[in-house]
């Protein structure tokens, strides 16, 4: 990090972003050297992705400046930004998986001879070119025909052809394995000996300390830090990610004389590809908590106890009765809720009205003769409504015009005029303004002295506190520890998630 | 942008009483559309709103009206719950022609029509559960699937037919093409009691919800534990069944089954009365009654091209215009116009029409 | 092997099995006179079905193809006929008629972000009543140029004649197959059916190539048009009645795959043929009814739209 120059190659000044009402960006700076890779962390909703939209030309940003070398920039769109040297690789790899590696790599600036362009030409230089990053492919085959990590490679050739400066990129190993990891390494630390500046995200804690000369982490839209990596160990990064915004007041087990309820639900053995089996009991009046970072497999728990993907093995057990949940009808014929992680793409019905969104898991239950009444609608809706403050002008009113808060709101209302027994809910608090999230805790805390059985996922760590009777810990697709009671700590969470100290904690 | 309306408190404010329904229909720009059609017939042609009773049945253009566009709007009836899941039935032509043809020929071959209308309607189920089946198991796009039985369906027709038009003289038959009941035109009263057991079937029933819901987010919909497969198999049969009413009247009209004629192109005349009718071809909201609207809409306008005198084929230039109205109306560049204007204040009606 | 080279050589296959399966019934279908008209007969099809192959490739569809052929026989009939235009000049009035009528679907399509089938739609409406409202009678066509054509052909061994218009579609089909696979608007016509996203993040003007690729399927069908003139020597508004899902038949049975993206023009020129084959078979079998061409293609078109999702429903395979 000494060798580059003076002056950032890339720069962002006091970034601001607002969608709506919502601020994704409040006042971010962020700095890019040749010949380093800067990674940028934080949880969903923390703004990464909206950062590099804007470093890239996706966004335009509503406050700050851009400056590449020293002088500020307006980018109009990514291909201005391309312009000026600054390429993005996605996740969700943007090439063309319908054409062969060669015209990927070529698209739109084809050698032409007479308007017809000159295929053995492209692939010659395809190949040429692939061969600089260690790659000897059938440049002529489909693009899909490839593993993630090819595509991903000739998607960073595109890139780093037509820019040549600063390389972003996104979760580019979110779907590799440890070899293709260990490739797309390779490539990174060639393009940084190139002097080229790398924005690298990533939600893999261990490869950020493999690859990263700094770090820069990002929670609710703002910046926490920006540190070189040989100053901090994983325990401060985790801490950076996780940290307080808001602070509650008590740990549940606190205010009551711990005596359990009997178990409601309790799943054994219960796995899939790429998720190791575990065991699991929640209790009438109980809430587990699950902590972990982003893509370690907590979300994919959730899907899997709600029959969105169904097990490979392991059984589930509701009140002592064995039941088979294969999809989602029958888990919420067994009596669960789950309130998923996207809750416009997963959850909400948009168009539909806020009465409608909150009765219809009741509704699919009863089946399509045992009509609800408009009448029996409008009792149920304003109950939960009333019950959870649900801020709605009119029950008739589309439910997409409502709040990320009030829409959460609206789906727990659905799922507890089901009367449900066990409630799963994912990061029910990402993407809700930080005020509204205290509410949402008190609801959970509520909703557990009711007497309901819950599983809650979250990347807040002191919200998990907050709530949790026990707190399940995952990492790396497996569930590695659990603490009760007293352990329940912040410091306990992020030493486990961090997976560096706790070992006597591991299940 | 629209303005979430987070300082009320619902606890506090009764529900608001609906607007009066009576009001709130005549209001609908399909019902204002219909009523300047209507009026401009009756400009060109004065008499257009004259009826007469005559051997004990009402006569005049009104009716004739009514009578004609009984077909498209029966199509429009099964097409609206389709298009309403995201989906769109392009067979339902071919399907007339075919149940058609199969009530035509059992009735000539001595079958009584008693036997031969359920057969030829359960055989318009059967076409409309194999595209259901397509779209749903084989997970084919709708377009595409209904597309197999839009091009082979004409010629299951042919085949049945033998290819040539088979004339009947099955006095029930006859009757639901051009009977009257009450003095009115059977199909037209067939066009009532379909859309009005149809219109309470998804509305009395959970039916109508659930499709919107399957229609506006599929993966939202399973998440909240909806099984929507049985759903479009139900959606895409019931498309089926009505083609095949359809195909009965058109047949009955002309006393004959005419596999190459019969539902030509009317599966896009049911889009579009669909479409005028304010269901979105991207699926949810969705109005049965509006689309017979429609379907009247599209009807009205072909009489009072023939009245003043132009040819039939105008008719087509005046459906385009219609089209593309619809379109610049429904895309994001109106939208962003009429944005400009005063925030529209009552955001609950917007999800009935578009 | 590139996956999308499977459906075409099942055509292929297919169109070989079926011909050889007809000539062992009726020696006769081996000869260059059945050829000659199995091209002459498919002409206008041929090149409707070839702007139709673009259409589909970039994902969408157009069902004004046939309403075009028919505006566009009309449109030449009256040029020549009532204006006393040459030939050759209405052709050219009515190629970019048709041109700019394509195109402003493409526009349509493009701002009103609107599913390609609903605007052609009402440009298919639009042209049938367009035609109908220029004549709703059928004009015939006297002028020494058609006679001089329909009089000219190639006399290939065996006593074939390969016609003006055979050969007409030919070029269009020689020139397409270079247009789609040796031009940057090829490329972009595949990119877009790929992926709209990642085409315009990659650069591919989304706007301009959308207008473009229904202004020539429109051209293409205005070229049918003028085909179907020579080879009708007339225009009415309902020639071409329902070709717009002949030449889509073509298109997925000669391999493209309906959603877009993949898919040759080749292709398309052998689904036209095998559509022709069947209907030469049923006329030298002369027991089959004519409707049997319609169940067939319909049994093919199922074929290969299940074919196509069992192809392509697989990910990518790690290699």
């Known amino acids: 990090m000494s060798d580059h120059g003076t002056r950032p190659v890339l720069q962002g000044c006091g970034i601001v972003k607002t969608f709506g009402q919502h601020r994704a960006l409040d006042g971010v700076d962020f700095d890019l050297y040749a010949g380093e890779v800067h990674a940028l962390l934080g949880e969903n909703g923390a703004g990464k992705s909206t950062l590099i939209k804007i470093l890239t030309g996706a966004y335009q940003p509503d406050g700050g400046e851009l400056l590449l070398d020293g002088e500020p920039i307006q980018l109009r769109d990514t291909l201005h930004g391309q312009g000026y040297g600054i390429g993005t690789v996605y996740q969700e790899v943007n090439l063309l998986p319908n054409r062969s590696a060669a015209e990927n790599l070529f698209l739109g600036r084809q050698p032409t001879r007479f308007g017809l362009i000159q295929r053995r030409e492209i692939e010659t230089r395809a190949r040429d070119l692939l061969a600089g990053y260690g790659l000897d492919i059938d440049v002529h085959a489909e693009l899909s025909e490839f593993s993630v990590a090819i595509q991903q490679i000739v998607a960073i050739a595109r890139a780093v052809e037509l820019s040549g400066k600063v390389l972003v990129l996104d979760e580019p190993t979110a779907s590799l394995d440890r070899n293709e990891v260990e490739r797309l390494y390779e490539v990174i630390g060639g393009l940084k000996a190139k002097g080229l500046g790398i924005i690298f995200i990533t939600h893999f804690l261990d490869q950020v300390f493999d690859l990263a000369d700094r770090v820069t982490v990002l929670r609710n839209g703002r910046k926490v830090a920006t540190e070189a990596l040989s100053d901090v160990d994983t325990t401060d990064v985790v801490r950076m990610m996780l940290g307080k915004d808001v602070s509650f007041e008590h740990h549940p087990t606190t205010l009551n004389s711990r005596t359990k309820g009997r178990v409601r639900v309790s799943f054994k053995g219960v796995g899939r590809t790429g998720l190791a089996p575990f065991d699991l009991a929640v209790h009438e009046g109980e809430v587990v908590g699950v902590a972990g970072l982003l893509g370690s497999g907590r979300t994919e728990v959730a899907r899997l106890l709600f029959g969105v993907d169904a097990a490979e093995s392991g059984s589930f057990t509701v009140d002592g009765q064995p039941v088979s949940i294969r999809n989602p009808a029958q888990a919420v014929a067994a009596g669960f809720g789950f309130c998923p992680e996207d809750r416009k793409l997963d959850g909400i019905f948009g168009e539909l009205s806020v009465r409608e969104n909150i009765i219809i898991a009741l509704q699919a239950k009863l089946g399509w003769f045992r009509a609800l009444n408009r009448d029996d609608q409008i009792e149920l809706s304003g109950r939960y409504a009333e019950a959870l403050d649900i801020r709605a002008a009119d029950h008739d009113m589309p439910v997409k015009f409502l709040s990320g808060g009030n829409q959460q709101k609206v789906i727990l209302a659905r799922w507890l005029a089901i009367d449900p027994t066990f409630l799963i809910l994912d990061e029910p608090t990402r993407g809700i303004d930080v005020g509204a999230h205290a509410e949402i805790v008190r609801t959970i805390n509520r909703l557990r002295e009711e007497g309901l059985a819950l599983f809650v996922i979250s990347s807040e760590l002191d919200e998990v506190v907050a709530y949790s009777d026990r707190v399940v810990v995952m990492r790396e697709r497996q569930m590695v520890a659990e603490l009760a009671s007293d352990d329940i700590t912040p410091d306990a969470i992020v030493q486990a998630i961090a997976g560096t100290h706790s070992k006597e904690n591991t299940l | ?354 | 092997m590139n996956r999308s080279l499977r459906p075409l050589l099942a055509t292929t296959a297919i169109f070989l099995v079926a011909y050889f399966v007809a000539v062992l019934q009726h020696p006769n279908m081996l000869s260059t006179r059945v050829l000659g008209n199995l091209l002459t007969d498919n002409a206008f099809l041929g090149v409707a079905a070839i702007g139709m192959t673009f259409v589909i490739l970039s994902g969408g569809i157009d069902l004004s193809v046939g309403a075009v052929i028919g505006f566009t026989t009309v449109l030449i009939a009256v040029l020549i006929m009532w204006l006393d235009l040459h030939p050759l000049l209405a052709f050219a009035i009515a190629l970019v008629t048709a041109g700019a009528f394509g195109a402003a679907m493409g526009a349509a399509i493009h701002f009103l972000k609107v599913p390609s089938f609903i605007v052609t739609l009402a440009g298919m409406f639009l042209a049938r009543g367009g035609a109908s409202v220029l004549s709703s009678d059928s004009i015939g066509i006297r002028h020494e140029f058609y006679s001089a054509v329909s009089k000219s052909y190639i006399l290939l061994p065996g006593g074939g004649r390969l016609t003006v218009i055979g050969i007409i579609m030919l070029i269009a089909f020689a020139a397409a197959i270079v247009v789609a696979h040796r031009t940057r608007f090829g490329s972009n016509v595949y990119a877009l059916g790929g992926s709209e996203t990642s085409a315009a993040l990659m650069g591919v003007p989304v706007g301009r190539t959308t207008i473009m690729i229904y202004a020539l399927s429109s051209t293409l069908a205005g070229l049918a048009g003028v085909v179907f003139s020579l080879y009708t020597s007339a225009g009415y508004s309902l020639n071409a009645l329902g070709v717009e899902l002949d030449a889509i038949a073509a298109v997925v049975i000669g391999g493209t795959l309906l959603t877009g993206g993949y898919g040759f023009v080749a292709g398309t020129f052998i689904g036209v043929m095998l559509q022709g084959l069947v209907q030469t078979y049923i006329v030298f079998d002369g027991t089959l009814s004519s409707w049997w061409t319609k169940i067939v293609v319909g049994v093919l078109l199922f074929m290969f739209i299940v074919l196509q999702r069992l192809v392509f429903r697989s990910g990518p395979s790690r290699s």
């Not at chain 2, 017939?41 to 004739?64: E, K, V």
């Not at chain 2, 029933?205 to 909240?224: C, K, Y």
């Open chain 2, 1 to 354: 942008m629209t303005r979430p309306t987070a300082n009320i408190r619902p606890a506090s404010q009764p529900p608001r009483p609906p607007a009066r329904p009576v009001y709130a229909f005549v209001t609908q720009p399909q019902v204002i559309a219909l009523v300047a059609v209507l009026l401009v017939n009756w400009a060109l042609f004065p008499g257009f709103f004259t009826i007469t009773w005559q051997d004990g049945r009402f006569f005049g253009s009104l009716i004739d009206v009514l009578n004609r566009a009984a077909p498209v709007a029966i199509l429009a009836i099964g097409m609206t719950a389709v298009i309403a899941t995201k989906g769109v039935d392009l067979s339902v032509g071919a399907v007339m022609a075919i149940a058609g043809a199969v009530a035509a020929t059992l009735v000539t071959s001595g079958v009584p029509a008693i036997v031969a209308v359920p057969v030829a309607l359960a055989v318009g189920i059967a076409c409309g559960l194999w595209n259901g089946i397509l779209v749903t198991f084989l997970d084919i796009q709708p377009i595409i699937a209904t597309l197999v039985l839009m091009v082979a369906g004409r010629g299951l027709a042919q085949l049945i037919t033998e290819g040539t038009i088979v004339t009947f003289s099955d006095p029930v038959l006859i009757f639901i093409g051009t009977g009257s009941i009450l003095g009115f035109p059977t199909p037209a009263v067939i066009a009532l009691v379909l859309m009005i057991l149809a219109t309470l079937a998804v509305r009395k029933t959970a039916l109508g919800l659930l499709i919107e819901a399957v229609g506006i987010n599929r993966s939202a919909a399973r998440f909240a534990g909806l099984s929507s497969r049985v759903l479009l198999l139900i959606v895409y049969s019931f498309a089926g069944f009505c083609a095949a009413i359809a195909g009965l009247i058109v047949a009955g009209d002309i006393r004959g089954a005419d596999a190459n004629n019969a539902g030509l192109w009317l599966e896009l005349d049911a889009i579009l009365a669909v479409v005028i009718g304010g269901t979105s071809l991207m699926g949810g909201r969705f109005s049965i009654p509006m689309a017979v609207l429609g379907a009247l809409i599209i009807q009205a306008m072909n009489t009072g091209i023939l009245i003043s005198g132009f040819s039939p084929e105008f008719n087509l230039v005046v459906k385009s215009g219609v089209i593309i109205v619809i379109l610049v109306l429904q895309s994001h560049l109106a939208a962003r116009f009429f944005q400009r204007r005063p925030a529209a204040a009552n955001p609950s009606s917007s999800g009935q029409q578009k």
